[in-house]
């Protein structure tokens, strides 16, 4: 009897005790938690501007699918204030989806409406960031941070979108007479906003071949510039490039070539997005999952995240996973997280010391100037973005022989994506470039 009670006794207080030592662990911050790869993406459509969906769903639609931190990047607007969207918009944008999906998701007592079907003037309320924030977010799972697509045009009628993201304010597009100059005053906005409000805003430079718009010379010579999408995953907006004009990747190694040899300045680092607009299956122009960032840093915060971002310490992907990424000066050792049935060829790709960067204009077949990237591939010599090696297996490595002004790795599985994009069949990663650090600083010491 006394033992039966004993037991008793233990098992009840162990039923009693273990969910509060859960809860208590749950709670408890660590002082001082290792490095992880956290899942992101930076580049995010909603009702606030040509999305078609609601900023809840679509945060939902990311937290289901394993990320840890979106921005929700809308044109030239915060979603700040009273913003209310009609449900005949909502409806033909999402061929009549959009509004039933939301209502049974969160339910009539968080969606707000206001007017009447009956009377055709029915419209649903946007939330604001500060109230969809606090419904999704979940420490060290999922956080949103504020963004905006800075949309802008320059007076020579080149379209250029940028991303800042960890933004307090809106900034305005600023115009400009060229690319470059569009550019560049957008930075300066985000930069000024960053020091008046003593908080990270990460900048970078969106789809650069979209309506061809943005050149590797564009990039050069805005040293304060370090990042754009190598990777964008609306179809048809040219990441691959055509005959006449080199893809983001041709023209990443461009950029980074003459950034050091000409200015001796750090290279762009390349992202993955989504820039997703279409969530409802209609349209497969602009669907979720088709790119994003992993991130290496001890906190899931937009402060660790950034400072991540500016190390480096962070790579792109379409569905190829890392499980490491190592580099002491000597060597880029990559671990690949593998999936059974799956091969993966790694190029490593960079630039030598002594590469042409003497550029000439393309042309088209009649023999015209076409306006985008000029070719610096020479005769003889070292080339822009030449390929050092190629390895097959879960663990490339390459050795650096001295010469290369930077190297970075290109990863490519044999399998579909999750996502498939018409522009790229098969999964991949892009590593960002290593080995340029000393060169830089040997150089600015001259």
Do not use: C
């Amino acid at each position: 009897m006394n033992a039966h009670f004993s037991r008793r006794t233990i098992f009840l207080i162990l039923w009693y005790i273990f969910p509060m030592l859960v809860i208590g662990a749950e709670r408890e911050i660590s002082s001082a938690p290792p490095p992880q790869w956290w899942k992101g993406n930076l580049h995010t459509h909603t009702f606030w501007s040509d999305g078609n969906d609601f900023p809840e769903m679509v945060a939902q639609w990311y937290l289901d699918q394993g990320y840890n931190f979106l921005a929700l990047s809308d044109h030239n607007i915060l979603s700040q204030g009273q913003k209310w969207v009609s449900l005949e918009k909502a409806d033909r944008s999402s061929s009549g989806d959009a509004y039933p999906k939301y209502l049974q998701r969160f339910g009539g007592h968080w969606v707000e409406i206001r007017g009447s079907r009956e009377e055709g003037n029915l419209e649903i309320r946007l939330k604001p960031f500060s109230e969809y924030r606090a419904l999704v977010e979940q420490r060290n799972r999922f956080i949103m941070i504020q963004g905006e697509e800075i949309t802008d045009g320059a007076d020579n009628g080149m379209s250029i979108h940028m991303n800042a993201t960890h933004l307090g304010d809106l900034i305005p597009p600023p115009g400009g007479k060229t690319v470059k100059e569009v550019i560049a005053n957008s930075l300066r906005l985000v930069q000024e906003q960053s020091h008046r409000l003593g908080r990270p805003i990460l900048f970078h430079v969106n789809h650069l071949n979209y309506k061809w718009g943005v050149t590797a010379e564009d990039l050069v010579g805005i040293i304060d510039n370090r990042f754009f999408e190598v990777w964008n995953g609306v179809d048809d907006d040219e990441d691959p490039g055509d005959a006449e004009h080199p893809s983001t990747d041709e023209i990443w190694d461009i950029a980074n070539t003459l950034r050091m040899a000409t200015f001796g300045a750090p290279p762009l680092y390349g992202l993955a997005t989504d820039d997703t607009h279409d969530y409802h299956g209609h349209s497969e122009t602009a669907k979720p999952g088709r790119g994003w960032v992993m991130v290496r840093a001890r906190h899931l915060t937009p402060e660790s995240l950034i400072k991540a971002f500016h190390r480096g310490d962070f790579y792109a992907s379409t569905g190829v996973m890392l499980k490491n990424i190592d580099f002491d000066e000597e060597r880029l050792a990559i671990e690949i997280e593998p999936v059974e049935g799956e091969t993966y060829t790694t190029r490593f790709v960079g630039s030598r010391r002594g590469v042409n960067v003497e550029g000439v204009s393309r042309r088209d077949g009649e023999g015209n100037i076409i306006r985008t990237t000029l070719d610096y591939t020479s005769s003889e010599g070292p080339q822009i973005g030449e390929v050092f090696s190629e390895v097959t297996g879960n663990l490339p490595t390459y050795r650096m022989e001295g010469d290369e002004l930077y190297v970075r790795a290109i990863i490519t599985s044999d399998a579909e994506p999750a996502v498939p994009s018409k522009e790229f069949p098969f999964k991949r990663a892009w590593t960002q470039p290593v080995g340029w650090a000393r060169w830089i600083e040997s150089e600015s010491r001259n």
